[in-house]
């Protein structure tokens, strides 16, 4: 399965787009990229999915280049609630069912 | 409300002393799973289950047993707790969304073993 590199962490003042970026070089033609959150302890929360195409909905938008080498998550107005771990994982098909978490962004949406 | 319910919440309990962390979802998925979090390790798989009576597991299945009678429930045991498996626990369903595997999660099941 491929890795994810995601920095560490980001800064982002409220009311900004905060742009998160992922690096999945080794990403193959069937995996799909996941983003998920997780606010301080509490359970991690599905943001949105793609496999090769944009996607966008209610929380985030998904922009992954032509290569799927890397991708981005867009949460176009922060707020201070969006102040959460983020990670981004990639699976296939054939493995959906384990879902490995790495170490994510940790992301803090300032005043 | 669509949810994962996991009970309970907070725990104290000594080595040996068996325990059960229940885990129940209302959204009719079939797959089910165990995660572990602990500070510097991220989260961890412990078991799954795709189906009822289909358990496999997960990256630390060791001192964990599991079982899937009916599909809403997916209960995690710890026969014999010892102080290595004080951790915060999540159980999470799924749905398939397009081929793709979109978990939800419960709020957690924080576990301390003295």
């Known amino acids: 399965d491929a890795k994810t590199t995601q920095p560490p962490s980001m800064d982002c003042a409220e009311g900004r787009a905060a742009n998160l970026p992922c690096n999945h070089s080794t990403i193959s033609g069937n995996e799909y990229v996941y983003w998920y959150r997780q606010i301080h302890s509490q359970g991690p929360q599905y943001i949105i999915h793609?496999?090769?195409n944009n996607e966008t909905n209610e929380m985030a938008s998904l922009i992954i280049t032509e290569d799927r080498k890397s991708s981005t998550l867009i949460l176009p107005h922060a707020t201070l609630r969006d102040t959460a771990v983020y990670y981004c994982?990639?699976?296939?098909?054939?493995?959906?069912?384990?879902?490995?978490f790495g170490q994510g962004t940790r992301l803090t949406i300032n005043p | 409300e669509a949810q994962v319910t996991q009970n309970p919440r907070y725990l104290i309990t000594v080595t040996g002393k068996k325990l059960t962390v229940t885990c129940s979802q209302n959204m009719n998925h079939e797959y089910m799973s165990w995660y572990r979090q602990d500070p510097g390790l991220g989260l961890r798989q412990i078991y799954y289950?795709?189906?009822?009576?289909?358990?496999d597991k997960g990256d630390v299945p060791e001192g964990y047993k599991v079982s899937r009678k009916e599909k809403r429930n997916f209960p995690l045991i710890l026969e014999s707790p010892s102080p290595n498996q004080t951790s915060l626990y999540f159980c999470a369903s799924s749905l398939r969304v397009a081929g793709a595997n979109v978990l939800t999660f419960g709020a957690g099941s924080r576990l301390t073993v003295l």
């Open positions: 289950s795709m189906n009822v009576e289909a358990t």
């Open positions: 994982i990639v699976r296939g098909i054939q493995g959906a069912q384990k879902l490995v």
């Open positions: 793609g496999l090769k």
